[in-house]
């Protein structure tokens, strides 16, 4: 493992790379043309998240500074005990020592995945895909320069230009120690790291998730919710897959209907249950299998349900465990929503695309786990830490 650097060597690294990419947005995104150029776009979202324009450069920048200005999260004392032989018992955070990311097609991925891991005071193996490799070469030579010019081993950021069988046979016997593995993106490449991988994963990057229009709802408030969900980035995993209408609501075609005229707007697919199917412009579902998927497309489901109860237990049954939304004027309700469905972010009368790092206040993220351990929903700076027992004392024998 290598020796951990200072607080100072890491922030100012951060912050001179952050000046890089400001001096170097025109290359970059010379380089990510050429990406977008080779690119065949048969896929909404990967083109969507493979581009980068002057927003996503703004937004490496943004992170990059925001990381610098955190406090460390290395050597936090999270637990102190005084044992009756006259030990002295910590517990401190400490870093996992070497993870590796693979991810599809994003290239801000190089910066803000890399900056976390490396404030965290881990070394960081990047698996970028091929289709980003013009622009992800071009970041790691940045992160080697800002290294570099703070005196620090370049090492700490490698970028692993593999194929796939070669990325499979790094999974099953390593060459050097991996500790913690993240694969971002879609279902083959997460089930292709779980297949291969031989230390922890955490499963990062599926969605599908739902809006459950409660019968008390504000309908204004659903229909706003649910097209920002649905519409307005249709490649991340926190966009809305399915929306359940409660038949308790009163007049509930009619909300229907309304929703299906904007959804019209953006030219949105829209998938409906057979108690639908008098809808117009709609395509009836033959398959429940529809249930589980994530769209990363503008096609949403449309379903209906009887009750708080059973939109609940369709939730846990079909969601990928990331977000669910409630609309809801009751309180009450809402609260056993958010309590009883199992995704890493429940929502009241809010939408699904807020699971992010940056807007849950963590200043960014390295994924998004859907998984348990040993940590939900966005992964932040002060979550890519394990800990480790400090024992002081002078002599003492069991």
């Known amino acids: 493992m290598n020796k951990i650097l200072t607080i100072s060597e890491r922030n100012n690294v951060l912050l ?4 890089l990419i400001r001096e170097e947005k025109e290359a970059i995104i010379k380089q990510n043309k050429k990406d977008l150029d080779g690119y065949n776009g048969d896929d909404l979202a990967m ?4 581009k980068v324009d002057d927003a996503k450069i ?7 500074e925001e990381l610098a200005s955190q406090a460390d999260p290395l050597g936090k004392e999270r637990f102190h005990f005084k044992h009756d032989n006259g030990m002295d018992v910590y517990n401190k955070t400490a870093p996992f020592g070497t993870i590796m ?6 290239p801000d991925v190089t910066v803000e995945a ?7 005071g881990n070394k960081i193996l990047l698996k970028g895909g091929k289709e980003s490799l013009n622009s992800n070469l071009l970041i790691v030579d940045l992160w080697h320069r800002a290294m570099k010019k703070h005196g620090v081993s370049t090492v700490w950021v490698e970028y692993l230009q593999f194929n796939r069988q070669e990325t499979q046979a790094f999974l099953e016997n390593p060459t050097q120690q991996i500790d913690l593995i993240v694969p971002r993106g879609g279902e083959r490449l997460i089930q292709f790291v779980k297949e291969n991988a031989n230390c922890p994963v955490i499963v990062s990057g599926r969605g599908n998730n739902f809006v459950y229009v409660h019968k008390d709802a504000d309908l204004d408030l659903a229909l706003k919710v649910i097209i920002n969900a649905k519409t307005a980035k249709i490649s991340a995993c926190n966009a809305l897959d399915k929306v359940l209408i409660d ?8 909300f229907v209907k309304t929703l299906l005229n904007k959804l019209a707007e953006f030219k949105v697919d829209v998938h409906v249950d057979q108690e639908l199917s ?3 412009n709609v395509t009836v579902i033959t398959d429940d299998a529809i249930w589980y998927e994530e769209f990363l497309d503008y096609k949403i489901v449309i379903g209906v349900i009887n009750s708080e109860e059973n939109a609940i237990a369709k939730i846990n049954k079909y969601s990928g465990g990331h977000s669910a939304s409630i609309i809801t004027k009751d309180n009450g309700v809402a609260e056993e929503f958010m309590a009883t469905v199992d995704t890493a972010a429940v929502y009241h009368n809010a939408s699904t695309r807020f699971t992010d790092g940056s807007q849950l206040g963590l200043g960014g993220e390295l994924a998004i786990s859907t998984d348990k351990l ?9 979550h890519l830490v394990t800990n480790k027992w400090y024992i002081h004392g002078d002599g003492q024998i069991r």
Not at 16 to 19: E, S, V
Not at 58 to 64: P, Q, R
């Open 278 to 280: 008098d809808m117009e």
């Open 16 to 19: 001179t790379m952050a000046d």
């Open 101 to 106: 990311i693979i991810y599809e097609s994003r």
């Open 247 to 254: 038949t308790n609501l009163p007049n509930y075609k009619e």
């Open 114 to 120: 890399a900056g976390i891991a490396f404030k965290s």
């Open 58 to 64: 703004d937004g490496m920048i943004a992170s990059l």
């Open 374 to 382: 040993h940590q939900r929903g966005p992964i932040g700076l002060e």
């Open 47 to 50: 083109e969507d998240r493979l």
